[in-house]
C-alpha cells in the first residue's frame, strides 16, 4: 500500500523552525525524486524544494537559505527543515514523490507562521 504521510507542521512564530517529515511507504523510496511543495487558499501548489535519488537539491527562490531538503533512505523518509519562517510561509505543505510518470502526494500538514 503506497502512503505518503506528512507530519511536523504547526504554529510558529516569526523567526522560528518547524521540522517537516514525510514518511513512506510501498514505494521503492531510493529511485523517487521526492519533493516539497505549498499552497494557500486561492493559489496554485508551488514548488519549495526537490531533492533526487542521486542527491541533487533544488529550491525556490523564495526558500534558498532558509529551508533544507534532506532523505533518510534507510527510514525512507524525506525532510524539510523551515527556518527563518515569515508569515509568508504560511501554507499547507505537501510532499511528493516523482518516478517517471508517477506523481504520489501526501496529505499534506499545515504551517502557520504568525507575525
Known amino acids: 500500500q503506497v502512503q505518503l504521510v506528512e507530519s511536523g507542521g504547526g504554529l510558529v512564530q516569526a523567526g522560528g523552525s518547524l521540522r517537516l517529515s514525510c514518511a513512506t511507504s510501498?514505494?521503492?523510496?531510493?529511485?523517487?525524486?521526492m519533493g516539497w511543495y505549498r499552497q494557500t487558499p486561492g493559489k496554485q501548489r508551488e514548488l519549495v524544494a526537490t531533492?533526487?535519488?542521486?542527491?541533487?537539491?533544488n529550491y525556490a527562490d523564495s526558500v534558498e537559505g532558509r529551508f533544507t531538503i534532506s532523505t533518510d533512505n534507510a527510514k525512507r523518509t524525506v525532510y524539510l527543515q523551515v527556518s527563518s519562517l515569515k508569515p509568508e510561509d504560511t501554507a499547507v505543505y505537501y510532499c511528493?514523490?516523482?518516478?517517471?510518470?508517477?506523481?504520489?502526494w501526501g496529505q499534506g500538514t499545515q504551517v502557520t507562521v504568525s507575525s
Open positions: 531533492i533526487t535519488s542521486s542527491g541533487n537539491t
Open positions: 511528493n514523490a516523482l518516478l517517471g510518470r508517477t506523481s504520489l
Open positions: 510501498g514505494i521503492l523510496f531510493d529511485y523517487y525524486t
